[in-house]
């Protein structure tokens, strides 16, 4: 029985642009032991090259197999509802290169779909376009619902927030793909060619990570590495199976790795 992990990334690998102590020397220990691992990050602006070179910099080698993207996980899913549909997209680079890598045609016109990701590049004109849209029928698909960090200065006005706005104007629910949607966490997986019995999800946020794979009945690990504190685990209805300060704290074989 093979065993295989899920892993987010900010937070948990590094800290914005700084490398979480111990981190490289846990994913060279995946690798040397031959263990299944991917990085499933909801930032769907970067393509998986992009993060394989941004890991590289921090000294982590890895290649894009083991990225997983909720730009990947949409340019799935759509292709799945619609084989050789159209979107119109307001996002960027990873977003728009995945979409078309699942034979979705990008339109600036009568779209099936109006997806929206991370992004600094799109303006209120096109919102509003994206907006008149999805009120003459297309779906409205956003790749996730992180929120901003509330941080002055903080370059991106947050996809929770450009989901909302879009949702007032529309009076639509967007359908999320990314984590904690079971459509990113079932995908990951089977990205990673595991069973729901050997996925083990680390992560730093109980309302993405863990809640995802808890709903997925994976094995979960919180780190406090990145915005989750122990003092609050109380105040969820789920709990994780496994708490670390860092990922440098974890060792293998898991507990409930039997066979592995």
């Keep these: 029985m093979k065993q295989g992990l899920l892993i987010d990334m900010d937070g948990v690998i590094y800290s914005?642009?700084?490398?979480?102590?111990?981190?490289?020397?846990?994913?060279?220990n995946l690798i040397d032991e031959d263990i299944p691992f991917a990085f499933m990050?909801?930032?769907?602006?970067?393509?998986?090259?992009?993060v394989v070179?941004?890991?590289?910099g921090l000294g982590i080698k890895v290649e894009e197999s083991h990225v997983y993207t909720s730009a990947m996980a949409t340019g799935k899913f759509l292709s799945d509802q619609s084989p050789n549909g159209t979107a119109y997209v307001l996002g960027e680079g990873g977003l728009l290169s995945s979409l078309h890598d699942y034979g979705i045609t990008l339109v600036n016109t009568d779209p099936e779909f109006v997806v929206l990701g991370e992004g600094r590049n799109f303006t209120l004109e096109m919102v509003q376009r994206a907006v008149d849209m999805i009120l003459?029928?297309?779906?409205?698909?956003t790749t996730n619902r992180d929120p901003s960090p509330k941080k002055p200065g903080w370059n991106n006005?947050?996809?929770?927030?450009?989901?909302?706005?879009?949702?007032?104007?529309?009076?639509r629910k967007a359908f999320v793909t990314g984590k904690p949607s079971p459509v990113m966490m079932r995908s990951a997986r089977k990205f990673l060619g595991l069973e729901t019995s050997e996925t083990t999800v680390i992560g730093d946020t109980m309302e993405t990570d863990i809640q995802g794979g808890v709903q997925m009945g994976y094995?979960?690990?919180?780190v406090l590495s990145g915005?989750?504190?122990?003092?609050?685990?109380?105040h969820y209805a789920f709990k994780p199976d496994m708490v670390a300060s860092s990922v440098d704290e974890i060792k293998f074989p898991l507990a409930w790795w039997e066979g592995k």
């Design 41 to 50: 990050t909801n930032n769907s602006q970067r393509t998986a090259l992009e």
């Design 219 to 222: 094995k979960t690990i919180l």
């Design 227 to 234: 915005i989750s504190s122990k003092d609050r685990l109380g």
């Design 53 to 56: 070179r941004k890991l590289k």
């Design 157 to 171: 006005l947050g996809i929770a927030a450009t989901t909302a706005m879009i949702e007032e104007a529309t009076g």
């Design 136 to 141: 003459a029928g297309a779906k409205f698909i």
């Design 16 to 28: 914005g642009e700084e490398l979480i102590f111990g981190a490289d020397k846990f994913i060279k």
